[in-house]
């Protein structure tokens, strides 16, 4: 299972989901640092980073396919660093054919939700994936169970139809 998120989409029919709850991702990112050093993005595609083209030409070829692939986010705030960072990035994910909606967290909690992030693919296969405390990834599982995969679907349904679409989130 070396690209599972990939694998995922190149199968996908119809729909991708991914659902991201947590504050902080690989803190030991460059290209993090390189954000946190000053750099930013200002939704020009050549400032971009390079891990940047792979994933923005699988986004874009899957959506291409007729694949609606939708992001939400569940997010602290007044929210982190690396949210700022993810936040000045999403431009990209959004022109790549994406549809990314932010919820904060404070809204999300009489929801019921799984306990980690996840991508769904068309509604029939879900990858979970494990984090360390510090954001790091530390395994995956695809999990093809019908209540699982009902949880997962109204987990993400509820989320997206309170969350704030991209174009209209301001940053706390």
Same mark, same amino acid.
């Given at each position: ?15 991708? =989901? &991914?659902?991201?709850?947590? *504050? ?8 993090? !640092?390189?954000?946190? !050093? ?9 400032? #971009?980073? *390079?891990? %940047?083209?792979? %994933? ?23 929210? /982190? ?6 936040? *000045? #990035?999403?431009?990209?994910? =959004?022109? !790549? ?13 009489? #929801? +019921? #939700?799984?306990?980690?992030? $996840? %991508?769904?693919? @068309?509604? +029939?296969?879900? $990858? ?5 405390? =510090?954001?790091?990834?530390? @395994?995956?599982? %695809?999990? /093809? ?18 969350? /704030?679409? &991209?174009?209209?989130?301001? $940053? $706390?």
């Amino acid at each position: 299972m070396k690209h599972p998120v990939r694998e995922g989409l190149a199968k996908a029919q119809h729909s991708a =989901v &991914h659902l991201e709850m947590r *504050d902080i991702y690989t803190p030991d990112d460059p290209e993090f !640092a390189r954000w946190r !050093a000053g750099h930013r993005y200002e939704n020009d595609p050549t400032k #971009l980073p *390079d891990f %940047w083209g792979a %994933w923005g030409d699988l986004a874009t070829e899957t959506t291409r396919r007729g694949v609606v692939i939708r992001r939400a986010r569940i997010i602290s705030e007044p929210v /982190t660093d690396y949210i700022k960072y993810e936040h *000045d #990035l999403t431009f990209a994910n =959004v022109a !790549a054919g994406e549809q990314v909606r932010w919820l904060p967290r404070r809204e999300a909690a009489d #929801l +019921s #939700l799984p306990g980690t992030d $996840l %991508w769904m693919f @068309d509604g +029939s296969s879900v $990858l979970f994936t494990y984090f360390s405390g =510090v954001g790091e990834v530390v @395994d995956r599982e %695809w999990r /093809t169970e019908p209540t699982v995969t009902a949880l997962v679907s109204s987990a993400f349904e509820a989320v997206w139809e309170r969350a /704030t679409p &991209h174009e209209e989130y301001k $940053l $706390l």
